[in-house]
């Protein structure tokens, strides 16, 4: 019986090491702290990018304007489930917004589209 549990141990921390987790988008690389963060840029359209609103929500919320440049950054984030989504007043964005999971990474180019 002994050996059963040992077996089914072995077995559940294999696969909890090769499942791993990422980003719906984006490419990612690890933190050994355990705080990671969410970044990407806003592209197109007419305000230089600058001063559009990125909403975080999900396992921490989270309000940010991007600099020149549409680059922004979420910093200082727990493992967990999150939403980024921005926002201007006259502007949409493609996509809308993007599901992302932060499992031991720091995901990045989660990019968006500016559109008139």
Same mark, same amino acid.
């Given at each position: 019986?002994?050996?059963?549990?040992?077996?089914? /141990?072995?077995?559940?921390?294999? !696969?909890?090491? +090769?499942? *791993?987790?990422? &980003?719906?988008? %984006?490419?990612?690389? #690890? @933190?050994?702290?355990?705080?990671?963060?969410?970044?990407?840029?806003?592209?197109?359209?007419?305000?230089?990018?600058?001063?559009?609103?990125?909403?975080?929500?999900? /396992?921490?919320?989270?309000?940010? !304007?991007?600099? +020149?440049? *549409?680059?922004? &950054?979420?910093? %200082?984030?727990?493992? #967990? @489930?999150?939403?980024?989504?921005?926002?201007?007043?006259?502007?949409?964005?493609?996509?809308?917004?993007?599901?992302?999971?932060?499992?031991?990474?720091?995901?990045?180019?989660?990019?968006?589209?500016?559109?008139?």
């Amino acid at each position: 019986m002994k050996s059963i549990k040992f077996l089914f /141990a072995i077995f559940f921390s294999i !696969t909890a090491v +090769a499942c *791993g987790g990422g &980003s719906d988008y %984006g490419s990612t690389s #690890g @933190s050994s702290s355990g705080i990671y963060s969410i970044s990407g840029t806003i592209s197109g359209g007419a305000t230089n990018n600058s001063g559009v609103m990125v909403n975080l929500t999900g /396992a921490a919320t989270k309000n940010m !304007t991007t600099a +020149a440049g *549409g680059s922004y &950054s979420f910093t %200082g984030l727990a493992n #967990g @489930s999150y939403t980024v989504t921005p926002t201007l007043a006259g502007y949409g964005f493609a996509p809308s917004s993007i599901p992302v999971t932060v499992y031991n990474n720091n995901p990045s180019n989660i990019n968006f589209t500016e559109a008139p």
